[in-house]
């Protein structure tokens, strides 16, 4: 999987790195940062995701559309599409821009909006990202769980780094009958879930 990533892709995901670790390091305050997770973090998701069973694949927050490629990969393998919901119009311009710099449109469909709104008409999810605004985990948790499929995963980002936050939703996650769930700490920390 890894060493099959065309250069289209390569070449976008290089240059959002370089965008994002700008944005990071030049202290200048931004309201519209991508914001997007870090390669090894890319790299995991895809290898969960490939080890999914048979449903939907699901992101919920695309930003520029730099995790989506990691999980495009995963895709390709299985066969399947991605569907990835982003609600702020930059980064959904952002987006498509990748997915078709990319050549990866025929492996995405962006949903334009709430992913909460989406996410209702969904079932049979096999595998789920959570990274968006803090605010909606525990509503988007609480949605998805319950159309996982059997061995399905939800994988939320942001575990470690914005725990206090997010530590009432952790705690639910943890103590969920419904899941195996686990804090792995790889970079800002990934909680997954695995539907029993």
Same mark, same amino acid.
């Given at each position: ?91 959904? #311009? &952002? +987006?498509? @821009? ?5 050549? %990866? ?5 962006? *949903? ?60 639910? #996650? &943890? +103590?969920? @009958? ?5 804090? %792995? ?5 990934? *909680? ?5």
């Amino acid at each position: 999987m890894f060493h099959q990533i065309p250069e289209s892709m390569r070449k976008r995901m290089q240059m959002l790195e370089d965008i994002d670790t700008i944005d990071r390091s030049d202290g200048t305050p931004r309201l519209q940062r991508l914001r997007q997770i870090p390669p090894v973090t890319g790299q995991f998701i895809a290898l969960l995701a490939a080890t999914t069973p048979d449903g939907e694949m699901v992101e919920i927050g695309t930003s520029a559309g730099y995790s989506s490629m990691w999980i495009i990969q995963a895709c390709k393998l299985l066969g399947r599409k991605l569907k990835t919901c982003e609600i702020m119009p930059e980064k959904i #311009a &952002l +987006a498509k @821009e990748t997915f078709c710099v990319a050549e %990866v449109e025929e492996y995405v469909q962006l *949903l334009e909006g709430d992913a909460r709104e989406y996410l209702n008409d969904l079932k049979d999810i096999s595998f789920c990202f959570l990274d968006a605004e803090k605010e909606v985990y525990a509503d988007c948790y609480e949605i998805v769980i319950p159309k996982l499929v059997p061995g399905g995963l939800l994988v939320a980002d942001n575990a470690i780094n914005h725990r206090e936050i997010l530590q009432p939703m952790l705690d639910r #996650a &943890l +103590a969920d @009958e419904r899941v195996d769930a686990m804090i %792995v700490p790889i970079a800002k920390g990934e *909680l997954v879930c695995r539907k029993i």
